[in-house]
Every structure is written in C-alpha cells, then in structure tokens.
C-alpha cells in the first residue's frame, strides 16, 4: 500500500512538472499573454481539466515557471577570491544566455509582465531579492566600484544581465567586459 501512495506520488510531482515545463515552452513560443491551460495540459499530456488539480489558477502555474526558471540561474561560486567570484558569476550568466537563451525569454516575458500586473511584479522582485542581494555582499567584498554604492552596482549588474539576454551571440563578450570592469 505504501508503495502505490510514493508511486502516485511520484506520477503527481511528474504530472506537475510536465506541465510547468509545458507552460515553460509555451511563454517562450506565446508569451504569457498568449499561455492557455488548455494547450499547456494538452502538450503535458494531460486532461485539461486536470491542470487545476495541480495548479488552482494561471498565476499560480506562472509563478513554478517563475520558480522553475530562476532555479537554473544560481550560480555564484561560494569559495575563492571575491572579484574572481564576481568575475565567475557574470561569466556563468553571460554562457547560460548563450546555451539557453529560451531561459531568458521567458524571464524577460516576467519582466514586461511585471510592468503592467502587479501581482507579476511582486513575483518577479521576489525571485530578484536573494540575486540582488548576494551580488551586493560579493561587491562589498570585492571592492567593486568602490565610488558607487553596491546597491547600485548590483543593479547595473542585474540590468547588464537583462540586456545582454537580448543579444545572446554577445552576451558573455558584454559581461566578460563588465566583469573586468568591476573587478578588475
């Protein structure tokens, strides 16, 4: 009996994230504005009236993509010399906009969201608060721009990545340069 309970169990988180890598491909192909449950269970191969067992309404499956996406994006290294740290961190970003610009699609769909829903907005400032602030201890650390506050480096940095997503063929030339720049 235990058993059959961990084996629908594990068919559930399956089941669940089938449909939020659907839901993934549909924003990077639709936008969030053009994302349909009906098409998101049908590509999941799921019944389409079974997707709210999983996701209660729209937003709460844009927030898993929300989730899904950022999840693949930690990737400042814990240990070592702080400015290589911060070197190694745009670096990192500047390959994952080059291997996997679709990642950034569909973040930048959260971000022109965000501008217009705040509920979007308020999703999307959550998922960039421990970005934010882990980039503003690795300047304090690093001594990046020492002239400017690290707040306000950690966004430029933020807002470098977000650009440079639009050009993935440049990104990682842009945030290599970045990188020497703050840290040298």
Do not use: C
Not at 21 to 27: E, K, L, T, V, Y
Not at 102 to 111: G, H, I, N, S, Y
Not at 171 to 179: I, Q
């Amino acid at each position: 009996m235990a058993g059959t309970k961990r084996g629908l169990q594990a068919a559930g988180v399956e089941r669940r994230e089938a449909l939020v890598r659907a839901a993934f491909q549909g924003i990077v192909e639709h936008g969030i504005g053009g994302l349909r449950l009906r098409a998101v269970a049908a590509a999941a191969g799921i019944d389409h009236t079974t997707i709210h067992h999983y996701f209660p309404g729209k937003q709460d499956l844009i927030t898993a993509v929300a989730d899904y996406a950022t999840a693949q994006l930690r990737a400042t290294p814990a240990d070592g010399d702080p400015a290589e740290r911060l070197r190694e961190h745009l670096h990192t970003q500047g390959a994952k906009i080059t291997e996997n610009p679709e990642l950034f699609v569909v973040l930048r769909e959260l971000d022109l969201r965000a501008m217009r829903d705040p509920e979007v907005a308020e999703l999307v400032a959550s998922r960039e608060a421990g970005w934010r602030k882990s980039l503003i201890t690795l300047i304090e650390e690093a001594q990046a721009a020492p002239d400017t506050p690290a707040t306000t480096t950690a966004d430029l940095i933020i807002g470098a990545v977000k650009g440079a997503s639009l050009n993935p063929a440049t990104a990682d030339a842009v945030l290599r340069s970045l990188a020497l720049r703050l840290a040298g």
